[in-house]
C-alpha cells in the first residue's frame, strides 16, 4: 500500500503565527515593571514611616560587641561602642540588660587591661577604666546575670579587686574562688600568686603554689606566659631561700622565652652561680646579659660590678679592672661605689700600689661619716678592712704621704677615733725616719729640709692624737691621747704648745693618785721645753720638782740640773748632783741617765786634771773603768774613751817621775819601787789598749768629728808612745813607720 503523504504548509505559516501572538501579548511588559515599581514604592515608603526594629538593633549590637571582645581582641574600642549602644536601647528588650551591662563592663576592662599595659603612660585613665568596668559588671551582677556570663563575670570583679588595689586579703579569697571558671585560667593563677605577695606579712608558700600549678597544671600555654611564671617560681624559692630549686627552676626556661625573660633569667642565674662559686658560669651569663641586643640594660651598674667580681676570682685581673673601670663610668649608684672599691684593692696589690689612694677617695667622695655608707654591695666593715691594708701597704712601701693621706680618708668611714689615731702613727713614723735619714745626711740643706718636716709631722700627730681625745669619753684613754699630743709638740719642736700642754696636764695628775709616773715624766718634759725656750729659771723649777717625787724621771731631772749648774760655772755644784745620781740607789735605775751622769762628771773631772793631775785623772780611771764598754756609743762615750786613755797615759806618766824622783833620793824601798814599776806598766798597757779602741772607732769620719783634730792625731802617736815606753820597740817601730807613710811629708808628720 502505497503511503498517505500529508499536505505541506507553507513555509511562512509559524512565523505568521508567532507575529500574531507576540502583538497581542507586548502590552503585559509594562504593567509588569509598573507593578514591581510601585512595590518597591510601597515597601520603601512603609519603612521610611515606621522605622528599623529596636529590639533587632539591640540583638544585633550585643552580638556584635560579644564578636569583637572574644574574636577581635584588638577593637575594645568597637566592642564598648556596640555594648553602649546596647545600654542605651534596653528600652526595647529590658530582659537584655543584665548581658548589656556585662558586655559594658567587659569592654572597659579590656581598655583598662591595654591602658595599664608595661608601655602604658597613663596609669591614672586607666584606673578611670577599672572603676568602670567594675561599675557596669556590679550593675550586670544585680540584674541577675546568668549561664556561663555569671562564671565570667566573677572572675572579672576579681581582676578588677586585684588591678584596683582592694584589700588583698578579699582579692585573694575572690581569686581562689573564680580560678577554675575563668576566662584564662593562667591568668587567674598569676593573680593568685601575686595577689599572696600583696598580704601583709606576704604568704610566699601560697604564692609558690599558685605558681607552680600555673607552670605544671595548664595545658597547652606558650612560652610567652610559661616563661614569665618559670622566673616568677624561681624568684619565689629565692625568697623561701630554696637556693637549688631556684636554680633549677631558671634553669628550664625555654630559649624561646620572651627576650626580657631570658636577660632576666640570665641575671638570676649568674647571681646564684656566683654564689655557688661557679665563677666561669657564672661571668658567661653576665656577660650575655650585657651583650643582649634586643633588651638593653637601663642599669649596666651591678651587671658590670658582678663581671668583675667573677674575673677577680678567675685571677683574671685585666678583665676586671676593665669591667670595674666600665662600671664606674655608667654608674653613679652603690656599683660604681663599689667597683671603685675593688679597683683600688686591685692596685693596691700590683708593682705600684699608688693609683690606690685616688680610687678610695672616689669611693668615699659622698660620705662625711660612718653612718653615710649604705652600700649593700660592700659592707662597712670590709670598706674599713680595705682602708687599714691600704695604709699597712702604703707604710711598708715606704709611701708615707700616701698613707697619711689615705689615714685621713679613713676618717669618713672609720669608727672613731681608729682614722685620727692611724693618721698620728703614720705621721709620726714617717717624722722618725725623716730624722733619721737626716742625721746620716751630710748636706746641711737637705738634712735642714728633713727635720723641718718631721717637726711639721710630728705637730700634724699632736693635732691628730688632740682629736682623738675629743672623741673618746673614757677618761683614762682621753688622757693617754692628750699626753700624746703633749709628747708629740715637744718632739717636733712646738715648744710654747707643748709647754700648755703639759701644764695642764701637770695640774690634772697632782690631783690624782696612783699616778706619779707620769707626773714625774711630765716635769721632766716640762723642764726640757723651758731649757729649749731658753727660760733658765722655770726649767730648774721644773727640774726640782720632778727631783722631788722621787720617781722614775729623777735621774734625768738631776742630771739637766747639773748642766745647768755647768753653763752657769758651778762646777762643785754640777759635780755633787752628778755623783749623786751615780752613787745613790734608786727604786728605779736609770741606766742611761747614769751613763750620761758618769760621762758628764769624767768630762769635769778630766778638765779640772790641768790643776791637780794626780787626783783627778785618777776619778776619770776610777768612774770608767770598767762601765765604758757597757755604754751605748754616743758622742759622750768616744769622748770619754779618749779621756780614759789619756787619764791613763797621764798616771804612768806621773808614777815614772814620782818613781825616778825618788830613786835620786835614795829614799824607795825595791817592793816600792817594784810597785811603781807596775804600776806604770799597767797604765801604759791600759793607755795602749784605749787609744787603740778609739784609733778604730774614729776610722768612721761621722765619729772622728767627734773629736778634735789634734786628739784623732794624738791618739796613734800615743799608741806608739805607750810601746815604746813599755819596751815593746818592734810594735813601737811599726807603728811609726805606719804613721809616717800616712801623713808624709804634710805638716802633720811634724
Not at 515597601?43 to 515606621?50: A, F
Not at 653612718?371 to 662597712?380: E, G, P, Q, V
Not at 688622757?479 to 707643748?498: F, K, M, N, T
Request: net charge negative; aromatic share 6%.
Amino acid at each position: 500500500m502505497d503511503s498517505i503523504n500529508a499536505p505541506r504548509a507553507p513555509s511562512n505559516a509559524i512565523e505568521n503565527r508567532s507575529s500574531r501572538l507576540s502583538l497581542r501579548t507586548l502590552w503585559q511588559v509594562p504593567v509588569f515593571f509598573v507593578g514591581v515599581v510601585a512595590l518597591v514604592t510601597a515597601c520603601l515608603t512603609r519603612s521610611l514611616l515606621v522605622g528599623p526594629d529596636p529590639a533587632r538593633q539591640l540583638h544585633r549590637d550585643l552580638a556584635e560587641a560579644r564578636r569583637l571582645l572574644e574574636r577581635d581582641v584588638n577593637d575594645p574600642e568597637g566592642a564598648l561602642r556596640y555594648a553602649q549602644q546596647a545600654v542605651d536601647n534596653l528600652a526595647s528588650d529590658p530582659e537584655q540588660a543584665a548581658e548589656a551591662y556585662f558586655l559594658l563592663g567587659s569592654a572597659y576592662l579590656r581598655i583598662a587591661e591595654q591602658t595599664a599595659l608595661p608601655d602604658g603612660k597613663d596609669k591614672e585613665r586607666a584606673g578611670k577604666y577599672w572603676r568602670e568596668a567594675r561599675r557596669w559588671l556590679q550593675e550586670a551582677e544585680r540584674r541577675g546575670l546568668s549561664g556561663e556570663d555569671s562564671n565570667r563575670l566573677h572572675y572579672r570583679l576579681a581582676k578588677i579587686a586585684f588591678h584596683l588595689g582592694d584589700d588583698p586579703g578579699q582579692v585573694v579569697e575572690l581569686l581562689k574562688a573564680s580560678v577554675d571558671v575563668a576566662d584564662d585560667r593562667a591568668e587567674a593563677l598569676t593573680l593568685l600568686s601575686q595577689a599572696y605577695l600583696r598580704l601583709n606579712p606576704p604568704n610566699l608558700k601560697e604564692a609558690l603554689k599558685a605558681n607552680k600549678k600555673l607552670r605544671e597544671e595548664v595545658p597547652r600555654i606558650g612560652e610567652d606566659v610559661l616563661g614569665p611564671a618559670k622566673l616568677a617560681g624561681a624568684k619565689l624559692l629565692l625568697q623561701l631561700n630554696q637556693r637549688d630549686e631556684a636554680r633549677k627552676t631558671l634553669e628550664k626556661i625555654s630559649n624561646h622565652a620572651p627576650p626580657a625573660i631570658l636577660a632576666e633569667k640570665n641575671m638570676l642565674l649568674a647571681g646564684i652561680y656566683q654564689e655557688e662559686q661557679k665563677w666561669k658560669e657564672a661571668a658567661e651569663l653576665w656577660r650575655a646579659v650585657l651583650d643582649e641586643k634586643l633588651v638593653p640594660l637601663t642599669e649596666a651598674g651591678g651587671v658590670l660590678y658582678n663581671l668583675g667580681v667573677c674575673y677577680r676570682r678567675l685571677d683574671q685581673n685585666r678583665a676586671a679592672a676593665e669591667a670595674w673601670s666600665d662600671c664606674m663610668r655608667r654608674s653613679q649608684g652603690e656599683e660604681g661605689q663599689a667597683a671603685a672599691l675593688a679597683l683600688a684593692e686591685l692596685r693596691l696589690h700590683e708593682a705600684n700600689p699608688k693609683p690606690g689612694v685616688a680610687l678610695l677617695a672616689e669611693a668615699v667622695a659622698k660620705v662625711r661619716k660612718p653612718a653615710d655608707w649604705k652600700n649593700t654591695l660592700m659592707s662597712l666593715a670590709s670598706v674599713q678592712e680595705l682602708f687599714e691594708q691600704a695604709m699597712t701597704i702604703y707604710r711598708q712601701a715606704n709611701l708615707f704621704e700616701l698613707a697619711v693621706r689615705t689615714a685621713e680618708l679613713y676618717e669618713r668611714v672609720a669608727d672613731p677615733p681608729k682614722a685620727q689615731l692611724r693618721r698620728a702613727e703614720l705621721n709620726c713614723e714617717w717624722a722618725k725616719i725623716l730624722q733619721q735619714s737626716a742625721r746620716a745626711n751630710k748636706e746641711e740643706e737637705a738634712r735642714k729640709k728633713e727635720e723641718t718636716t718631721a717637726d711639721a709631722l710630728l705637730r700634724q700627730a699632736a693635732e691628730a692624737h688632740a682629736e682623738a681625745a675629743k672623741l673618746l669619753n673614757d677618761k683614762k684613754e682621753r688622757a693617754e691621747q692628750l699626753w700624746r699630743s703633749a709628747v708629740c709638740s715637744y718632739e717636733g719642736r712646738d715648744y710654747p704648745r707643748a709647754a700648755d700642754k703639759f701644764r695642764e696636764i701637770i695640774e690634772q695628775e697632782k690631783g690624782e693618785k696612783g699616778n706619779l709616773e707620769r707626773l714625774s715624766e711630765g716635769l721632766f718634759l716640762l723642764g726640757e721645753t723651758f731649757r729649749h725656750l731658753n727660760d733658765v729659771k722655770a726649767a730648774e723649777a721644773a727640774y726640782k720638782a720632778c727631783v722631788e717625787r722621787g720617781a722614775r724621771f729623777t735621774y734625768r731631772a738631776r742630771y739637766q740640773l747639773a748642766m745647768l749648774e755647768v753653763e752657769a760655772g758651778n762646777i762643785d755644784r754640777a759635780e755633787k748632783e752628778l755623783e749623786q745620781n751615780i752613787l745613790i740607789e734608786h727604786r728605779e735605775p736609770d741606766p742611761e741617765a747614769q751613763e750620761k751622769s758618769r760621762l758628764a762628771l769624767c768630762a769635769l773631772e778630766y778638765q779640772k786634771a790641768a790643776s791637780m793631775p794626780q787626783q783627778y785623772y785618777r776619778l776619770v780611771v776610777q768612774h770608767l773603768e770598767g762601765h765604758l764598754d757597757h755604754f751605748a756609743l754616743t758622742p759622750e762615750s768616744v769622748r770619754a774613751r779618749f779621756q780614759l786613755a789619756d787619764s791613763y797615759r797621764q798616771l804612768a806618766t806621773h808614777d815614772a817621775f814620782h818613781h825616778n824622783a825618788n830613786l835620786s833620793d835614795n829614799k824607795t824601798s825595791p817592793e816600792a819601787v817594784e810597785h811603781f814599776l807596775e804600776l806604770s806598766k799597767r797604765y801604759l798597757s791600759r793607755a795602749a789598749e784605749e787609744f787603740a779602741k778609739v784609733e778604730e772607732l774614729i776610722k768612721t769620719p761621722e765619729l772622728a768629728t767627734l773629736l778634735s783634730l789634734r786628739q784623732q792625731m794624738e791618739t796613734s802617736l800615743y799608741i806608739a808612745e805607750c810601746y815604746y815606753n813599755l819596751g815593746e820597740y818592734e810594735n813601737a817601730l811599726r807603728k811609726y813607720e805606719e804613721l809616717a807613710k800616712k801623713w808624709g811629708k804634710s805638716p802633720y808628720a811634724l
